[in-house]
């Protein structure tokens, strides 16, 4: 029953991409990864991997809840423009946990054809239940994408083994990050279960929230890693070796982080601390939403179960985010919210 569902979903989903994306609006096989009209660039894994600056985009909304492509758009132009190399879509910052299929794929599918020619895209595809996460990915990188974020089935946990299993069956469809982060599934993935999986002929590389020693750990035997904690990715990127930051920082001021990547500057590091800590003041995405509603870069929508940052909270934000150089930031000069347009759907 379930895989019928997604099947039903997944070829609804492929009928708006044919009618949208499509040059000439025809329906293609979405049984295929035959897309030729998606304009895609191709990129193997070295050249992934020399992806050090990628952002978790954030998903904004409209005031009817609904995705607002336009904004998330010209979001993503601020990303190019200042050198971002590439996004993750619908990933936690992005929401994907409160999107249904059909926009969670359809987002994939829109960034693919407006942006892969200037910017890594990567599908959070992930799922806790394998046989969803399969299809999701089959369908994303019939869509183009890049690569695959995959996480370690999270609530109802399995064994050691099962873990292993999931993500070898995920790996053998296509080029896929491998995310881990305990504080959210519960499970740590330790390096006797990385580093096997780490021999897959499409295995890219971790988002390790796991801390800067083990990134070193990893990076000292070839395995690629991404630092998952904004606050360490720039000791991680020039002390600790690591190939980059996937970063929820950069949304808000993605050239600062993109100089923290580029070089050593131990200054500018130490002025953005505060700030990457008030961004985690409660768990993601509450602040970083809070601060690009507050600098008028996205409408103030949240969708439920999100809320927006206290009063007192935003105080302290708004002083970080306002004393550093408006250019440097996606919007303008944060403002505290007005609780009555704050719409919460």
Known sequence: MLDFGLTLIFSQVFLFIAAHYSENACVYDTTSANFPNIKKVMRNLETIKQASLITAIKTPYLTNGDIDLACYDDLVEQQIAAGVDGIIVGGTTGEGQLMNWEEHLMLIAHSVSKFSDRLLIVGNTGSNNTREAIKATQYGFATGMDAALQINPYYGRTSLAGVKEHFNRLLDIGPAFIYNVAGRTGQDLTP??????AKHENFIGVKECGGNERIAHYEQQGIACWSGNDDEAHDARHIHNAHGVISVTSNIIPGL???????????????????????????????????????????????????????????????????????????EKAQLLDEKDVILR
Do not use: H
């Open 192 to 197: 006797d279960i990385i580093e096997p999986l």
């Open 257 to 331: 982080f993109r100089q923290l990547m580029d070089e050593q500057n131990d200054a500018l590091n130490a002025k953005l601390q505060p700030l990457m800590g008030w961004l985690f003041c409660e768990p993601n995405p509450i602040a970083i939403n809070t601060a690009l509603m507050m600098t008028g870069a996205v409408n103030p929508v949240f969708r439920l179960p999100y809320v927006p940052l206290t009063s007192a909270q935003q105080e302290i934000g708004l002083g970080y985010i306002n004393e550093l150089d408006v250019a440097d930031i996606v919007g």
